[in-house]
């Protein structure tokens, strides 16, 4: 038996439970087998989602025919390996399992089949992690002073007053800044009619800060671009940074959330933190990943291990450091524990859209693996799984819509 939303119904299908409206009156009973006109009384009565007897995960069916047994199961082995450090029994973990093997197995090339090798762990310079542990503990860890971009801009954001023409001027004085401004509000994110030519106009339709956070979280990101490739693939890290910023948008849209300015520069930003160990501190960053590579332990408690606290806290202090109001500092700090955050829903959302975004293979910030689920955050979200496909397919579009603007 599993529950899966009506989109996804087929025909021959059999319900394993009876299906009611929410005056509980009887619409469709167990042990039908689906129609389609059954689908069509499901939507038009509002019913999502319903229960339907399967003894196969349903991507075994639709994959069969096209892939062999052997590739489906190196797919989903290398999956089980993704999910090492989650629970494959929660029915969140347990749907975000079978889209992550839906993927792979609808794709032509089959990239994981790539057998990765990890370079031996050098434990012989301890010295440097105390270093940079003494620092972090004395305060002293280097955090850039604030660009002069990001300042005007966080200035924008917290005046009511700011017209349209003062954003405007603030953006273009970067033109690669406001040419990628541009693409985005004309991208399928936004799904304008029609197109919008001037930074103005785009602060007019889409609100202040909602345009200033978006420009504040690229700008923010581009001052990192030259950390080298054997580091970290920076196109990588900021596809994952953009995935996490475009799903937290569309769940915020699935959970009737409005006020959403902060979701796209906090998922921008969530793991700043990775960037400024990677860049002022690259031996020890390049042991950190060796670690977590070689021990199969997530990247975040491997940093906690070696120096005393994870990108979480360093990219908080960042925030703080370089005033970004909005309040993401708070979502920033918590996003891998999202049940201690002040605004628990804001934190969950990035956090979910985080675990999506891995789960998916989305670009990378350096983690491998699909990191912790905080459970009792998510189950207070009240969100439900049969929406994930949905979210991702819409998600997934709109990422590979944007992501060349930034090549
Ligand atoms: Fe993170
Ligand atoms: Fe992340």
Redesign the pocket.
Known sequence: MSIIHVDRLKENMVLSEDVRDLNTRLLLSKGLKIKSKHIRTLKMWGVTEVNVASNKPDYEETTAKEIDAGLLERIEENTRELFHHVDLEHPAIKELFRLSVLSKSSSKIYKSDKKETVDPVDDSKEELMSDLRNNIAYQRIKLPEIPSTVYELNEMIANPSASADDIAQVVSKSPSLAAILLKIVNSPIYAFPTKIDTISRAVTLIGTQEISGLALGIHAISIFKDIPKDMIDMHLFLKHSLACAIISRVLCAYKNITQTEQMFVSGLL??IG?LILYKYYPKQSRKILQRAASSKELL?EEEKKAIGCQ??DIGGDLIKKWKIPLSIENIVLY??NPSDANNQTYATIVHLA?IMAHSQEIGT?G?RLV?NFDTKAFNSLGLSPSSFESVIRLATHQINAIESFFK
């Open positions: 969530h793991d990775r975040h990108h979480t996003h891998h985080d910030s983690e990191p």
